[in-house]
T-cell receptor, first 116, second 118 residues
Framework: GESVGLHLPTLSVQEGDNSIINCAYS??????FIWYKQESGKGPQFIID?????DKRQGQRVTVLLNKTVKHLSLQIAATQPGDSAVYFC???????????????FGRGTQLTVWP | NAGVMQNPRHLVRRRGQEARLRCSPM?????VYWYRQLPEEGLKFMVY??????IDESGMPKERFSAEFPKEGPSILRIQQVVRGDSAAYFC?????WGRGEINEKLFFGSGTQLSVL
């Protein structure tokens, strides 16, 4: 299953399928990106990050792809499990004068639902 | 190794009262950030603090809101004379300072305080 970011904030997939969550960022000066997972009633949990000098980074069952040309970020989750059900946020850190580490700009989020 | 601790988890206030939200960063972390989240929205930056210093408060409303991170004790986000529009989830995050002016950009978040204003 695949989401189209801000215009489709929900994604439903079958357990075992791969999931792709998309995110469009706005600032070409952004140099660092993070994906967070937020379960209901909990704080955001770090999943994976990537710097702007990379195109791809892999973790355990997750891969982040960065396309700077079109300012697009995606999170791929392999063999999606019911425990992956949550809201997924992409966040960007913008480089530039006055920018401060820790000032992340969050997208709206995508609700991933995994059906058994 | 405890994570970022926030309390209370839920806070109910009547309009005009004060709300105090507390945050203890992860052990070894010296940078604290506060974010606010409205329902079905992403987190919005409010303020960034180090011990006894406010580094960036550009995301914080000019009135009624204040934050501190004293030398001893947790960071406090204080909202005076709360209004219904202040109802939201408030998240604290912390990061580690590696020294040499380099700061680990990875933020670790607490479980948040859900503020409800009646």
């Amino acid at each position: 299953g695949e989401s189209v970011g801000l215009h489709l904030p929900t994604l439903s997939v079958q357990e075992g399928d791969n999931s792709i969550i998309n995110c469009a960022y706005s600032n070409s000066a952004s140099d660092y990106f993070i994906w967070y997972k937020q379960e209901s009633g909990k704080g955001p949990q770090f999943i994976i990050d990537i710097r702007s000098n990379m195109d791809k980074r892999q973790g355990q069952r997750v891969t982040v792809l960065l396309n700077k040309t079109v300012k697009h970020l995606s999170l791929q989750i392999a063999a999606t499990q019911p425990g992956d059900s949550a809201v997924y946020f992409c966040a960007e850190k913008r480089r530039g004068r006055g920018s401060t580490l820790g000032r992340l700009y969050f997208g709206r989020g995508t609700q991933l639902t995994v059906w058994p | 190794n405890a994570g970022v601790m926030q309390n209370p988890r839920h806070l109910v206030r009547r309009r005009g009262q004060e709300a105090r939200l507390r945050c203890s960063p992860m052990k070894g972390h010296s940078h604290v950030y506060w974010y606010r989240q409205l329902p079905e929205e992403g987190l919005k930056f409010m303020v960034y603090l180090q011990k006894e210093n406010i580094i960036d408060e550009s995301g914080m409303p000019k009135e009624r809101f204040s934050a501190e991170f004293p030398k001893e004790g947790p960071s406090i986000l204080r909202i005076q004379q709360v209004v219904r529009g202040d109802s939201a989830a408030y998240f604290c995050a912390s990061s580690q300072n590696w020294g040499r002016g380099e700061i680990n950009e990875k933020l670790f978040f607490g479980s948040g305080t859900q503020l409800s204003v009646l």
